[in-house]
């Protein structure tokens, strides 16, 4: 099915989710993973890599055979019940109630759970309600007065050492005191409430309770100081709340973990209880993760699966203690296409207490899609439009493929949106953004349709805007990426940043921005700012749109030309000193370059490039003819990055012209050096196929090249035999990041 596109192995009924819980969808029980000590799960991957599709597909598949709770750390529903009571209420405790009264109705194997231990501690806050009276504290006690008990189930009683908390218990003591004048948090309240909690409760009750809240930290042992501490660091708000946060989050596991560890329990109940925490990234979702982290750390052990989503590739910076990324040691990962998934067990030597929180994680690289998984879904998404033979959709499978990079969400929006779609004579791939999909959820004909690349735009960036940028940058942040999608490193999206928020009071830097895509899980690249290949062929495509004949487009880089072309006359044009070899092979393709260094060799190949792609093809042409003989090596060098770029809107003559069919003046070396030019171009820019007449004419132009009368034309022979090679087996020319990602999803 849909929803399980690319996670069949993991869901299935020996894949890693059924081990993880102990149970297969099916029913049958399976050896479970891991434990006592369990590791936090965390699916980690971008946008549209269907962390939350991966985690509402495990609730489908296994909540009717296992206690599963789906929590979205995202929603605005908690603060917004927290709202009316804040000294009593937060974000925090309305998410653990939600998954308390979820499992009070739990309908599986073993029947419903109680939380008297939880209860007491949110009964305990309630003491914060704004009046302070005895009946305002009973009113909102008696909220959470259900998870105190087990519902009858089959014939099971409800009655065991904890009988005393029963409905009425809190209002018929409180209400002794009506009449009385308080003032707010009075000890009288607090001492009210405390005596309903204990003194009708069985001994084994009273002990449970002594056991948990007299470890609260302050307690001493003694368990009705621990409550006042609790309910005073509630009030108190900021850290001191989110101990007593953490603290009721311990306590809620501890009745779950109770209800399995009884002799009943044993007996009845099988496999592992989970909580799905989607948007973990978020405040909620981390505060969260966190307090059962800590209590792992320090020894709290209980059988409760926790799977999160984390957006970064090294689960969230606050696993980490707060170390520079150079010296964080990554956390356990499992990637599915790898098998079997690993051996997991926390760090025991005497530092162990103080390693950071990713000891206790274990991260879930979200698969890519294959290259079969992909063509399937495209395939059977065009089976419902009955395409004209196979042409159209072995070009459309292409173009899928390279603008996804193998991301599930955006493989079946492309899908979707080509199932009618007929992909233009010499199409560009970024041509199938143009298609209309028409969104779910709306039936009929009068249903909207969109183009398919304001879908994604929307869905992959403003509908995951990164958690920690700042609410005054929301409104522009799609327009400060759609302009960044031409920069290349931290200096050219400086320019870009300065310029797009002249007049505004607060200012992004490239920095800040390339820490936020990192934090919102989007890969980085060497030479490319914008480091995910898809996302920036979308904002390519939307920056060319943004003004009437690609005016914006034009003017960005001519921006940067101009930037260029100061700095390169300022410092007289020179190379940068990277070696010897300026990082070239001998065959004059360049490898990656390091992530200290710029994505270009020189100041004059950045002004080029920029130049090409906005006008300045002649001029281009000129330079690289100028400054071939003598240094064929550095030159190839050169020329990849000159025509690492896309390609403007519009007709695209640069096949035409590679094959000498559009009339160049000049003399021969400027005549092939332009057709050579533009047959590189189509190569780099990675949205086109090659194949093997591109890589003939490669061939044939170097050729050409080795043969005339200058300095080092020789040394082009071997080049002409490499990147043909490559261009025939639809390789780039200049590897990079993106583009070997491109390369692995053939």
């Keep these: 099915m849909c929803e399980e596109l690319g996670f069949e192995r993991l869901l299935d009924e020996d894949g890693f989710f059924a081990r993880l819980l102990g149970r297969a969808p099916s029913g049958a029980g399976r050896e479970p993973l891991y434990g006592p000590d369990l590791p936090v799960v965390l699916l980690t991957g971008g946008p549209g890599m269907g962390k939350g599709r991966l985690l509402r597909a495990v609730r489908d598949r296994f909540a009717a055979k296992v206690p599963l709770i789906h929590l979205d750390c995202a929603s605005p529903v908690f603060a917004d019940r927290a709202d009316p009571e804040p000294g009593a209420r937060s974000a925090a405790t309305e998410a653990l109630v939600e998954v308390a009264r979820r499992l009070c109705t739990w309908q599986g194997t073993g029947g419903s759970f109680a939380f008297p231990r939880f209860f007491a501690g949110v009964a305990m806050i309630a003491t914060g309600v704004a009046e302070g009276t005895p009946e305002a504290v009973a009113t909102e006690a008696e909220r959470y007065e259900g998870l105190a008990q087990r519902q009858r189930l089959r014939g099971l009683g409800t009655g065991d050492f904890w009988r005393g908390v029963l409905r009425g218990t809190i209002r018929n003591l409180l209400t002794t005191l009506s009449g009385q004048a308080f003032d707010p948090y009075s000890a009288a309240v607090s001492n009210a409430l405390l005596d309903a909690l204990f003194e009708r409760l069985a001994p084994r009750g009273r002990a449970e309770l002594e056991r948990i809240y007299g470890a609260y930290p302050g307690a001493a ?95 969230g910076a606050f696993l980490h203690g707060g170390l520079p990324s150079q010296e964080v040691t990554p956390p356990a990962e499992y990637r599915p296409a790898d098998g079997a998934p690993p051996a997991w067990s926390r760090r025991t030597d005497a530092g162990a207490d103080r390693a950071p929180l990713a000891d206790g994680v274990l991260l879930l690289r979200m698969p890519l899609l294959t290259g079969d998984q992909l063509r399937r879904e495209t395939v059977r998404r065009q089976r419902r439009a009955e395409p004209e033979g196979g042409t159209n959709r072995r070009r459309i499978d292409a173009a899928v493929a390279r603008l996804s990079g193998g991301r599930p969400h955006t493989v079946i929006r492309l899908a979707a949106a080509a199932a009618e779609f007929r992909m233009p004579a010499d199409a560009n791939d970024r041509d199938i953004l143009d298609a209309r999909l028409r969104l779910p959820g709306l039936p009929g004909d009068g249903a909207p349709e969109h183009p398919v690349a304001d879908v994604l735009l929307r869905e992959l960036i403003l509908d995951q805007l990164p958690v920690r940028l700042p ?51 989007w890969p980085t690249c060497e030479r490319h700012f914008i480091g995910d290949f898809g996302l920036r062929q979308l904002l390519v495509h939307r920056l060319y749109g943004l003004r009437p004949g690609g005016a914006a487009w034009y003017a960005d880089h001519h921006l940067l030309r101009d930037h260029y072309a100061r700095r390169a006359a300022g410092e007289g044009g020179v190379q940068r000193d990277g070696g010897p070899d300026h990082g070239v092979s001998d065959n004059g393709v360049s490898g990656n370059r390091g992530p200290d260094e710029g994505a270009f060799r020189s100041l004059t190949a950045h002004r080029m490039n920029h130049h090409l792609v906005s006008g300045g093809a002649d001029d281009v042409v000129s330079h690289l003819a100028a400054t071939l003989p003598g240094r064929p090596r550095e030159w190839c060098a050169d020329l990849l990055e000159i025509a690492q770029a896309p390609y403007p809107g519009g007709a695209d003559a ?93």
């Design 654 to 746: 640069r096949r035409d012209r590679a094959q000498g069919l559009v009339t160049v003046d000049g003399p021969p070396l400027r005549r092939t050096v332009d057709q050579l030019l533009h047959a590189v171009w189509l190569c780099e820019e990675r949205t086109r196929p090659t194949g093997k007449e591109t890589a003939r004419t490669l061939a044939k132009l170097l050729d050409l090249l080795s043969i005339m009368d200058f300095e080092g034309a020789g040394r082009l022979s071997r080049t002409a035999t490499d990147w043909s090679g490559l261009a025939e087996n639809e390789q780039p020319l200049l590897r990079c990041t993106c583009t070997e990602q491109l390369r692995r999803r053939r």
């Design 221 to 315: 042992g003694q368990p009705r100081i621990g409550l006042r501490i609790l309910a005073a660091d509630f009030r108190a708000g900021g850290e001191a709340r989110e101990v007593a946060e953490s603290f009721l989050f311990r306590a809620l596991r501890e009745d779950l973990e109770a209800a399995y560890a009884s002799a009943s329990g044993w007996l009845r109940r099988v496999g592992r209880p989970g909580l799905l925490l989607d948007h973990a990234e978020s405040p909620l979702g981390e505060q969260v993760l966190r307090a059962v982290l800590t209590d792992r750390r320090a020894g709290q052990r209980d059988r409760v699966v926790i799977v999160g989503t984390a957006r970064r590739r090294d689960g």
């Design 471 to 521: 609410t005054e940058h929301h409104a522009h942040w799609l327009d400060l990426l759609t302009h960044l999608s031409v920069a290349h490193d931290t200096e050219c999206a400086d320019v870009l940043l300065r310029h797009h928020q002249s007049g505004h009071v607060h200012h992004l830097t490239a920095h800040h921005v390339s820490q936020l895509l990192i934090d919102t899980g």
